[in-house]
């Protein structure tokens, strides 16, 4: 059974830019939820997906949007990519009130 | 806002040692708290969690007590090993006002063999 798969595994970008990355959850699983790693810091929650809507969204500007397809995969976009975009970006699945799974996520390093 | 604070790192630790990790937590609410762990180059993996007062989470030798009265759900292990060297994460879920998890900042862990 594949858990949680994010694409791509590493990312190197320049400022300005705009950025995808993906995630399939774990079968079973019908909520997405993003979030950021900063380094040497816990993860930051940005938003979470449910039936192909945003259903939470954490503090993070509007530069950062997403979407969840009707397989329950879902992107992350972050356009006007700035410095201190780079993190490690964390994709978790879960079902109802099931804990959290997590992927190995995507490196983003913005230069 | 909903918070966690746990103890900074590194912590240390000689083979067979004991492990206390601290975390103390605000909510509004009634949370949920859990232990994650982050293995170099991993995803999170929950380690424990506890969803009500005086519930005991365990997991690999690992517990933790949700103490409502302290706002601490601290993490224990009797006789750490080597293969527990990984950087821990005391998070919170609460459903009222909203549904996500916040995590405290970790503590990262080595354990000398």
């Known amino acids: 059974d594949a858990g949680v798969t994010q694409s791509p595994t590493h990312l190197i970008k320049t400022r300005g830019q705009q950025v995808t990355l993906r995630c399939s959850p774990k079968s079973g699983h019908d909520t997405v939820s993003w979030y950021q790693q900063a380094l040497g810091q816990g993860p930051q929650f940005i938003f979470q997906?449910?039936?192909?809507?945003?259903?939470q969204r954490g503090n993070f500007p509007d530069r950062f949007s997403g979407h969840q397809f009707p397989n329950y995969s879902s992107e992350l976009n972050v356009n006007a990519l700035l410095l201190g975009d780079s993190a490690l970006y964390l994709c978790?699945?879960?079902?109802?009130?099931?804990?959290?799974?997590f992927g190995n996520g995507t490196r983003l390093t913005v230069t | 806002g909903d918070s966690v604070t746990q103890m900074e790192g590194p912590v240390t630790l000689s083979e067979e040692a004991f492990l206390t990790i601290n975390c103390t937590y605000t909510?509004?609410?009634?949370?949920?708290l859990f232990w994650y762990v982050q293995y170099p180059g991993e995803g999170l993996q929950l380690l424990l969690k506890?969803?009500?007062?005086?519930d005991k989470g365990s997991n690999k030798g690992f517990e933790a007590t949700y103490r409502k009265e302290t706002t601490s759900f601290h993490l224990e292990k009797g006789s750490v090993q080597v293969s527990d060297s990984a950087v821990y994460f005391c998070?919170?879920?609460?459903?009222?006002?909203?549904?996500?998890?916040?995590f405290g900042k970790g503590t990262r862990l080595h354990i000398l063999p």
């Open positions: 997906y449910y039936e192909e809507e945003e259903r």
């Open positions: 506890a969803t009500k007062a005086d």
């Open positions: 998070a919170l879920s609460t459903i009222v006002p909203d549904d996500k998890i916040i």
């Open positions: 909510a509004t609410g009634y949370p949920s």
């Open positions: 978790a699945s879960s079902f109802g009130r099931s804990p959290l799974h």
